[in-house]
C-alpha cells in the first residue's frame, strides 16, 4: 500500500554567487502508547488484522480496508513547538498515517501549540527533550524507548539563533548554544536513535537533519556576511567552552550569527556522514534540506526590532525566498513521507513551483573530510568515543 501519493519532481538550481560581500552586514552583526508487542508487526511492516482487532487502537491504524494495513508511522520533530517542526507536525498529523513525537523542551507551549494547530490528540505526544543538555537528550531517548514505539523518522529541525549575543553562552555540558544546542545535541540524539531506526519494520525508515542556504557560501545569502567557516576546527576540538579554548568551531572571535550558520554546517555535513557510514547497512535514508526563507518564524526573535519588521517583506519582495511556515511545513513533511524522497545523502530544496529538487552543497559543507572529522571530534564532545 502506497504512503502518500507521489508528488512531482524536477531539477532546478539555487541562484549562485563565487563571492559577494554586497549589502555588506548591518543588520546581522551581530494515547497512551499500544505498541508494547511489536511481535504485532511483520516483517514488511504490515500489521495483521486480527491484531488489528484485538490489540491495536483505532487511532494507529492507517486503514482497515484490506487484510493487511499499514500500520501508522512514528515520526520524532525535534523543536516541533513553532515554526517548520509545528507546521511539519501539523501536516504529518492531517493525514491520519503518522504519530508525531513533539520533541520539545517546553512542555506547555507544545501542547497549547498542538491544540491551536487543530492536531488531534490521537495523532500526536509531546515527550521533553531539552538539545542544550546531553542528560535530557539521554534521558529523552530512555523515555521514548520506554515508550515501546517503533521509530520509523526521526526529524533534527530544533535550532537557535544568537545574532545580537555580545558574548556566548554555553549548554549545560558547557559547549557554545548555537553550535551546542543545533548541532551536538542532535548529533548525540541521533546517534543514541539509530538503532531504534533500523529495527524499525516501515517501508522507509528516515533520518532528516535540517539545514540552511545560509550555511552555503556557493549562494548568495551564504555570502551575507559573517559566513560559515569550520576551519582548521580547533575551537572545536577544544570543546568550545570559551575558556580554554573559542566558543566557534574555527577558533576565531565568538559570533552568534557565524555560530549558527557553522551549526547548520555541521547539520549538512553529518547527514552525509551518517549516509556514508550507515546507509547500506541499514537502509535508512539520511537528508537534509533547505525548506525555504520561512521569515515570520521565532528563529529571529533574538534580533532586533527592525530586523524582525523588514525581514518579510524583504524575504517575500525582494529575495522571492519566502515561504509561510504552512508551505514549509509541507516541504518537510515531504522529505518525511513522500514515496518520491527515498534517495539518500541528498540535500533538498523546492523552486518557485515548490517543486523539490536535489540542490548542491556548497565545497565545505559537502568536504568528506571535514565531515569525517567533525564527526569523530563531536562524538568525543558528546561522550561516545
Ligand atoms: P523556531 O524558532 O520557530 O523553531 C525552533 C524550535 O526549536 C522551537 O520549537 C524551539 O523551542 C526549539 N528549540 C530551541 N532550542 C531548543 C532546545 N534546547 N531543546 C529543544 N528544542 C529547542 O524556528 P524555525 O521553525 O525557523 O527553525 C526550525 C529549523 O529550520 C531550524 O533548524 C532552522 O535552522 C531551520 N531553518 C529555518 C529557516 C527560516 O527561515 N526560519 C530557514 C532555513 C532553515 P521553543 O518553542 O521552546 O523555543
Ligand atoms: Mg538573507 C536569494 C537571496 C536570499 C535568500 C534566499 C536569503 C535567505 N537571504 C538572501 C539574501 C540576503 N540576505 C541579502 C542580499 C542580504 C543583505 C541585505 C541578506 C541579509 C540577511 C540577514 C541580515 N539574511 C538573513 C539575515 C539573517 O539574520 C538571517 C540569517 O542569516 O539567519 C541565520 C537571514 C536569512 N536569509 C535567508 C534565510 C533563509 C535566512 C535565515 C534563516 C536561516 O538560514 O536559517
Request: proline share 3%; with cysteine.
Amino acid at each position: 500500500m502506497a504512503l502518500q501519493a507521489t508528488s512531482s519532481f524536477s531539477i532546478h538550481r539555487e541562484v549562485s554567487l563565487k563571492d559577494s560581500s554586497l549589502f555588506g552586514v548591518p543588520l546581522s552583526t551581530h494515547l497512551k502508547v499500544d505498541f508494547t508487542n511489536r511481535k504485532e508487526f511483520n516483517q514488511r511492516g504490515a500489521l495483521k488484522t486480527q491484531a488489528v482487532a484485538t490489540t491495536a487502537p483505532v487511532a494507529d491504524r492507517a486503514s482497515t480496508d484490506g487484510k493487511k494495513t499499514l500500520r501508522k508511522g512514528t515520526v520524532i520533530i525535534t523543536g516541533a513547538s513553532s515554526g517548520l517542526g509545528l507546521a511539519t507536525a501539523k501536516s504529518l498529523a492531517e493525514t491520519g498515517k503518522w504519530h508525531v513525537i513533539m520533541a520539545c523542551r517546553d512542555f506547555l507551549k507544545a501542547e497549547r501549540a498542538a491544540k491551536s494547530s487543530g492536531i488531534s490528540k490521537e495523532n500526536y505526544t509531546v515527550m521533553h527533550l531539552d538539545l542544550s543538555s546531553f542528560d535530557s537528550v539521554r534521558q529523552f531517548v530512555g523515555n521514548f524507548k520506554q515508550s515501546g514505539r517503533p521509530l520509523d523518522v526521526l526529524v533534527c529541525n530544533a535550532a537557535v539563533y544568537l545574532p545580537t549575543a555580545k558574548e556566548p553562552t554555553f549548554t549545560a555540558d558547557g559547549f557554545e548554544l548555537s553550535v551546542g544546542t543545533n548541532h551536538l545535541g542532535h548529533f548525540l540524539l541521533a546517534r543514541l536513535l539509530l538503532h531504534d531506526m533500523k529495527k524499525s519494520d516501515y517501508p522507509s525508515k528516515r533520518l532528516i537533519i535540517v539545514g540552511s542556504i545560509t550555511g552555503n557560501t556557493n549562494t548568495l545569502a551564504g555570502n551575507v556576511p559573517p559566513k560559515a567557516n569550520l576551519g582548521d576546527m580547533r575551537g572545536l576540538a577544544g570543546g568550545l567552552n570559551g575558556l580554554n579554548s573559542s566558543a566557534m568551531i574555527d577558533g576565531g572571535h565568538f559570533d552568534g550569527a557565524k555560530a549558527y550558520k557553522d551549526s547548520k554546517v555541521c547539520n549538512m555535513l553529518m547527514m552525509q556522514e551518517f549516509h556514508r557510514r550507515f546507509h547500506e547497512e541499514t537502509g535508512i535514508t539520511f537528508a537534509s534540506l533547505y525548506p525555504g526563507c520561512i521569515a515570520t518564524t521565532g528563529l529571529f526573535r533574538e534580533h532586533i526590532p527592525l530586523f524582525r519588521l523588514l525581514f518579510p517583506p524583504f524575504q517575500k519582495y525582494i529575495t522571492k525566498g519566502y515561504v509561510s511556515e504552512d508551505e514549509s511545513g509541507k516541504r518537510l513533511a515531504q522529505v518525511v513521507s513522500d514515496p518520491s524522497l527515498t534517495k539518500s545523502g541528498v540535500y533538498w530544496s523546492w523552486n518557485h513551483n515548490s517543486a523539490s529538487f536535489e540542490n548542491e552543497l556548497s565545497e565545505e559543507a559537502s568536504d568528506a573530510s571535514k565531515a569525517k572529522k567533525v564527526w569523530e571530534i563531536s562524538e568525543k564532545l558528546v561522550g561516545l568515543a
